[in-house]
C-alpha cells in the first residue's frame, strides 16, 4: 500500500487500519497519509501545526493532488525516501567496539538527545512528549554510548506503525538520526541504524523507512551501504518560517557563509528579516526589515559603538576599565612597545612570577589564542614569551595565571544568555591508534563540526603539551585514556564547550552584566577564569566583541541578537524552535 501512493488500496486490505492518524514526536506531528482517506483531512491536520514546529505528512496519497489542494500553505519536499526490506537484512560481521547502542533509559537522557539535534542543527524536541511516547512500544527512542568515555553520542527514534494503526504493510519508519558531531566516534550513525533495524526484524516487521534531504550526499552513503533504496512515498510539509529555505529561494552568498554569521542569516529570514550578504568571506551582512536596516558582522552590528570595540580590543584597557568599575581581574604588568628593551617591565614581571607562580603572555591586540604562551616560569622562558606575543601585536601583557575553569559568559543588551564551560582539544585513546592517528581524526571531526572554523594544529605546541604530559606523538594511548593536547581552551585550535548555563552563580551573573555595562557594549563574550561556575569566585580576563553565537546551542543565542536588532520580531509562544 505505502508502495503504491496512486491506488487507493481494496477495502478488504484496510479494514483493521486506525483512520486519520497524527502522531506527535516532540518537534512536530507526523501525519499518515496512508490513513487518511479524504486528502482535506489531511490539509487541516498540517494547518493544525504549531509554532515553533514541523509538522510532517508521509504516504499521503497522490501528494501532487494534497498540494494542489492548498499551493499557498504546502509543499513537496526536497528529500528522498529510502526503504530497506528487513528480510534482506544482514548483521555485521564486526561491531564497532566504540560505540553501545542501547534504549532510553531514563528522561534526563532525552535532555541529552535534545542536546545532540541542536548540534546538528535539528530542531529540538518536547522532552515530555518524548519520554510519553518512549513508554509505549509504538516508539523506539535510542542511544548511542562511547563505551570509552560513557557519554551519550548519537540518537535515532523509530516508530512502528503496526502499533501506531495496524498497518497491513507491516511497515516501520526511521527519524532523527543523529550524531555529536563533536564527539561521536567513527561509525556511530551506523551502529545505530542497525541496532534500530533488528529491533524491527526481532518484530517481525517487514520494511523499514526514512526521509533523507536530497543533497545530504554522506547519510545517503551510508543507507546504500546497509542495503536502503529509493522508496515511492512523498514527503509533504507546511510553508512555515523552519521550513522557509527548502521552499524559496535564498539569499545569494548565504551558502557561502560561517557557521557564526549563517545562524544570524538563518534567524533572520526565519523573521522575514530581508538578508543581503555583502561579504561572505567576513560574515558581514546587511539585515533590513520594516524599511530599517544595519549591518551585521556574525554577532558584531552597528549598535556596538567604535569605542566599546576599541576597549575590547586592547586587553589592557579592558582590565583597567573593568577594574575601576569593581569587576575583578587578575594581576597583570603591561609591557609598552618594543617590550624586550623594557628592562624595568620585564623585572616586573620576573617580580610577578616569583609571587603568584607561572604567568600567562598574551598580545595586548589580537583573538583566537595567537601568540599566547601559558605556564611561563620567568628568566629566558619569560622573555622568548613576549617575543612570541610581541611578533602579533608590539604591546604584551603579562598575567598571573589564575587555575581554573575557562568559562565563557555571552551577554546580549545586558543580559546573559548563554554560559559554557571551555575545555582544551583532547583525544580519547582506542587502544590501537597512536596519538598522532587520534589528533588527526579529532581535528576533522571538529573541522566538520564546525564548517572548518576549528581544527588541532599538528605543531610544536601540540608535540610539546604530548611530551609534557609523558607520551610521543607515535606512543599508542591506553583505550579509554582522554589526553588534552593544547594548554589553551581556544576553539579555533579545536577546544570544545560545554553548557553551564544553568549552573552560574548569581555573582557570576551579576559581574558579566557589570562589565557589559562598563564596556558600553550590547554584545559581548566575557571570558571568565573560576574555579567552580556554581560559586562566586571569579577573574575576568578578557571581553570579546563578537562572540561565536553558534557555539552555544541550543541556548537562544541569535534569536536574543535578533530581539536586540529588531525587537518589533520578538517572538511569543510555541515551543523552541530549530537551533544552529
Known amino acids: ?48 501545526e504549531e509554532t515553533g514546529e ?56 532525552l535532555d541529552e538527545v535534545n542536546r545532540i539535534y541542536a548540534a546538528c542543527g535539528m530542531v529540538v524536541s518536547d522532552v515530555d512528549v518524548m519520554w510519553a511516547n518512549h513508554r509505549t512500544r509504538t516508539f523506539t527512542y535510542l ?75 554522506g547519510a545517503i552513503a551510508l543507507y546504500r551501504r546497509l542495503g536502503f533504496r529509493p522508496a515511492a512515498p512523498v514527503v509533504v510539509k507546511r510553508k512555515n518560517p523552519i521550513n522557509r529555505p527548502l521552499f524559496s529561494p535564498q ?80 594581576r597583570a604588568v603591561e609591557l609598552a612597545q618594543d617590550p624586550l628593551q623594557d628592562s624595568g617591565g620585564l623585572e616586573q614581571c620576573d617580580r610577578l612570577v616569583a609571587e603568584t607562580g607561572p604567568v600567562v603572555v598574551k598580545p595586548a591586540r589580537g583573538e583566537q589564542g595567537k601568540g599566547i604562551t601559558v605556564g611561563v616560569r620567568g628568566g629566558d622562558e619569560l622573555r622568548a614569551a613576549v617575543a612570541a606575543a610581541a611578533g602579533h601585536c608590539p604591546d604584551v601583557l603579562v598575567e598571573e595565571l589564575v587555575a581554573g575553569q575557562d568559562l565563557r559568559i555571552v551577554v546580549i543588551d545586558h543580559e546573559v544568555v548563554a554560559a559554557a564551560v571551555r575545555r582544551p582539544a583532547a583525544v580519547i585513546g582506542t587502544g590501537t591508534h597512536d596519538i598522532r592517528a587520534l589528533i588527526t581524526a579529532q581535528s576533522r571531526r571538529r573541522q566538520a563540526a564546525t564548517g572548518g572554523e576549528s581544527s588541532i594544529p599538528l605543531d610544536a605546541t601540540t608535540e610539546s603539551v604530548v611530551a609534557d604530559a609523558g607520551y610521543a606523538m607515535d606512543d599508542v594511548l591506553p583505550r579509554g585514556q582522554r589526553l588534552e593536547v593544547r594548554r589553551t581552551a581556544n576553539l579555533h585550535t579545536g577546544g570544545t564547550i560545554d553548557d553551564v548555563t544553568d549552573d552560574l552563580h548569581p555573582d557570576l551573573v551579576d559581574a558579566a552584566v557589570a562589565a557589559s555595562r562598563a564596556i558600553g557594549i550590547p554584545v559581548t563574550g566575557l571570558d571568565f577564569l573560576v574555579p567552580d561556575v556554581s560559586g562566586p569566585e571569579h577573574v575576568v580576563i578578557e571581553a570579546n566583541e563578537r562572540p561565536g553565537l553558534a557555539n552555544h546551542s541550543p541556548r537562544p543565542t541569535a534569536q536574543r541578537f535578533l530581539d536586540l536588532l529588531f525587537p518589533e520580531t520578538r517572538r511569543t509562544g510555541g515551543r523552541q524552535s530549530e537551533q544552529g
Open 251 to 330: 539569499p545569494e552568498g548565504l551558502g557561502d557563509l560561517n557557521p557564526y554569521a549563517r545562524i544570524v542569516a538563518d534567524e533572520a529570514l526565519r523573521r522575514g528579516v530581508r538578508v543581503e550578504v555583502t561579504d561572505a568571506p567576513s560574515g558581514e551582512m546587511r539585515l533590513t526589515y520594516a524599511g530599517r536596516s544595519l549591518l551585521t558582522r556574525e554577532s558584531l552590528s552597528e549598535l556596538t559603538s567604535a569605542v566599546a570595540m576599541s576597549r575590547c580590543d586592547d586587553k589592557r584597557v579592558t582590565r583597567r576599565l573593568l577594574a575601576s568599575h569593581g569587576v575583578r581581574v587578575p
Open 54 to 109: 514541523r509538522d510532517i505528512a508521509m504516504y499521503v496519497r497522490e501528494p501532487q493532488v494534497l498540494v494542489g489542494l492548498a499551493p499557498h500553505e504546502l509543499f513537496m519536499d526536497p528529500s528522498i525516501t529510502f526503504r530497506l526490506p528487513l528480510a534482506r537484512y544482514r548483521a555485521p560481521k564486526d561491531r564497532n567496539p566504540d560505540v553501545f547502542v542501547r534504549m532510553v533509559r531514563e528522561r534526563a537522557e
Open 143 to 217: 542511544v548511542a554510548e562511547d563505551t570509552r568515555t560513557g557519554e551519550v553520542v548519537g540518537t535515532v527514534t523509530g516508530v512502528d506503525h503496526v502499533l501506531a494503526f495496524g498497518d497491513p504493510d507491516q511497515g516501520t519508519s526511521l527519524w532523527c538520526l543523529a550524531a555529536d558531531p563533536q564527539a561521536a566516534p567513527r561509525g556511530t550513525g551506523e551502529a545505530l541504524v542497525r541496532v534500530l533495524a533488528e529491533r524491527y526484524v526481532a518484530r517481525g516487521r517487514a520494511i523499514l523507512d526514512l526521509s533523507v534531504m536530497h543533497d545530504n550526499a
Open 1 to 48: 500500500m505505502s508502495g503504491r501512493t496512486w491506488q487507493r488500496p481494496p477495502q478488504w486490505f484496510t479494514e483493521d487500519m486506525t483512520r486519520d492518524v497524527v502522531l506527535d514526536m516532540g518537534w512536530g506531528r507526523l501525519v499518515l497519509g496512508q490513513t487518511f482517506t479524504d486528502q482535506r483531512a489531511v490539509v487541516d491536520a498540517l494547518r493544525a
